[in-house]
């Protein structure tokens, strides 16, 4: 029997980066008429400083479009047969792979809010990547050397994913304190 979940992790409070998203929309276009606009004055008399005015305004444009879908980040996490995948969702249309993790592999497993995470958390040489979005949820965290460097995921799954993983967790991996 295949032990099979998928989670889709949103924002709770989203009201501040939507008006952030529908802003950046809005300065994005402005900007960028304003410096088609500037384009058409330096073909009629040529100077430095609208130059640069264009440069800056075709600057915050470009630097708006490619990154203005950041605002509306999900996180989804799927768990098959012991193999969790980890994905971040950039507003419901691009899609970056973050990795995967084999839980048998996992040294540790815990809450976030537990003294083995502070004692994992405040090691030397540790990598930590925080996959979640919400800052008051119950957050889990791994802990996992690969190829000798030593990680740490930290990340907000549901409890019926909490369940699948404490069944693939190696004998110890478990942290209650």
């Known amino acids: 029997m295949d032990r099979f979940t998928e989670q889709v992790v949103v924002k709770h409070q989203r009201t501040a980066n939507e008006v952030l998203y529908y802003l950046s929309l809005a300065v994005l276009v402005l900007s960028g008429l304003y410096a088609l606009l500037l384009l058409q004055v330096i073909f009629v ?7 640069i005015e264009l440069l800056l305004f075709a600057a915050v444009a ?4 490619l990154f203005r879908d950041r605002l509306r980040t999900e996180y989804e996490y799927t768990f098959t047969n012991g193999d969790l995948d ?6 419901n249309q691009k899609r970056k792979n ?4 084999k839980v048998r592999n996992v040294d540790a497993f815990g809450l976030v809010n ?3 995470f502070k004692r994992y958390v405040s090691m030397n040489g540790i990598k930590t990547s925080n996959w979640f979005l919400n800052r008051g949820a119950e957050l889990y965290y791994f802990y996992f050397q690969k190829e000798g460097n030593k ?9 019926e994913m909490v369940d699948y993983i404490k069944q693939y967790l190696p004998h110890g991996a478990l942290q209650d304190k």
């Open 151 to 159: 990680r740490l995921i930290i990340m907000e799954p549901n409890e």
């Open 114 to 116: 537990s003294q083995s």
């Open 62 to 65: 470009v630097v708006l479009f």
């Open 45 to 51: 008399s040529f100077s430095v400083m609208t130059l």
């Open 98 to 101: 973050l990795g995967s993790l």
């Open 86 to 91: 980890f994905a971040q969702v950039f507003n």
